[in-house]
């Protein structure tokens, strides 16, 4: 139906409704009304109190304005307290449903996973204070919500900002994250720029490992190390390769059908690592701290990052392509090694 069909049936309703009065003659308008508007979404006067609040073209959301039994059967096909979380054009609803009952528990997924999944650090300055105290209360009540992607969110920099990341400090008390129960590694699962962190420091000291945090993991953020990768987050890389200095070659899968991978591989990938500037320093940064551009591929043996960046008319394959300096035991070619310190970004 065109808009203007729409307005138009919208104003005979409306003259209607005036005109005739009556309970019975707005019924059947309503349902002429209903015949006209067939196959467009919804109206809104038929919506409940929380699918309105929930759909933005309803109108603004009205404090006050949910009722409890809306709250109880919502007639959503996905948990209001879901709905409401992951946008944050939404948050403003967040405190009335857990106000009036709303709870995780009748969610089929953790409110905060869709959050994380669909915004890995949102603009939490933009809340209330009523809503990040709504926020932090799903994080504490709702188990699910000890997850990889929610670590990530949770120690982000707006988190951080926002005190939001006490929830972590906050699990860590209560022994929710044992280094020999999660299913996923805890530094792994940090944002790179929290390893320097004292939450960090404590993680190492109760049993968490760089290498846990390199194993497989059930999220679809990316791995720790190769989020500090892609944002050439030196500190952060520092801290990585000082723990497994093999990284600079070779990196782990995080999952159980993949292959490792070679990081100057992945950084050759334009999308990778978009801005070219940065994407040198990052290329000049590994061959430094002793990646082998002549090293054979994990995925294919014929194929090593000198020859690939070749192949695809990288402007990095004069980098790449140094003197081929046999190396043992991982250590760097000296050539390679000299010609890229002069030209690592200053941190």
Not at 17 to 45: E, N, Q, R
Not at 222 to 230: I, M, S, V
Not at 272 to 286: I, W
Request: charged share 15%; with cysteine; net charge neutral.
């Amino acid at each position: 139906m065109t808009p203007l069909h729409r307005l138009l049936a919208l104003a005979a309703l409306a003259l209607a409704t005036l005109g005739l009065g009556g309970c019975t003659t707005t019924l059947v308008v309503m349902h002429v009304y209903d015949k006209l508007t067939d196959g467009d979404p919804t109206s809104c006067f038929r919506l409940n109190t929380v699918e309105r609040a929930l759909q933005p073209r309803c109108g603004r959301y009205v404090e006050g304005s949910l009722a409890q039994r809306d709250i109880a059967s919502p007639q959503l096909p996905v948990c209001p307290l879901t709905l409401a979380a992951r946008d944050p054009a939404l948050w403003p609803v967040l405190p009335e449903l857990v106000a009036k009952g709303a709870t995780p528990e009748a969610c089929t997924a953790a409110p905060w996973v869709a959050l994380a999944q669909a915004q890995p650090c949102p603009d939490f300055a933009s809340a209330s204070p009523q809503q990040l105290q709504a926020l932090r209360w799903l994080a504490e009540a709702d188990s699910r919500a000890i997850h990889h992607d929610v670590v990530r969110t949770l120690s982000c920099p707006n988190a951080r900002v926002a005190g939001l990341d006490g929830v972590l400090e906050q699990w860590l008390e209560q022994d929710q994250l044992r280094a020999d129960a999660l299913p996923f590694g805890m530094l792994g699962a940090l944002h790179p720029s929290h390893l320097r962190s004292p939450l960090a420091r404590q993680l190492e000291s109760r049993g968490h490992t760089a290498v846990a945090g390199l194993g497989a993991y059930g999220g679809k953020l990316a791995p720790g190390f190769e989020e500090a990768l892609r944002t050439a987050d030196y500190d952060a890389l520092d801290w990585w390769i000082q723990r497994v200095p093999t990284l600079v070659n070779r990196a782990p899968p995080s999952s159980g059908n993949q292959l490792p991978w070679a990081p100057l591989a992945r950084v050759l990938a334009p999308a990778f690592v978009p801005d070219p500037v940065k994407q040198r320093e990052v290329v000049s940064y590994l061959l430094a701290h002793g990646a082998e551009p002549w090293r054979a591929l994990p995925h294919d043996p014929q194929q090593t990052p000198a020859s690939l960046a070749m192949k695809m008319n990288s402007p990095l394959a004069e980098t790449l392509a140094g003197p081929r300096v046999a190396t043992s035991r991982g250590a760097a070619p000296v050539a390679a090694t000299a010609a890229t310190a002069a030209i690592l970004p200053r941190r």
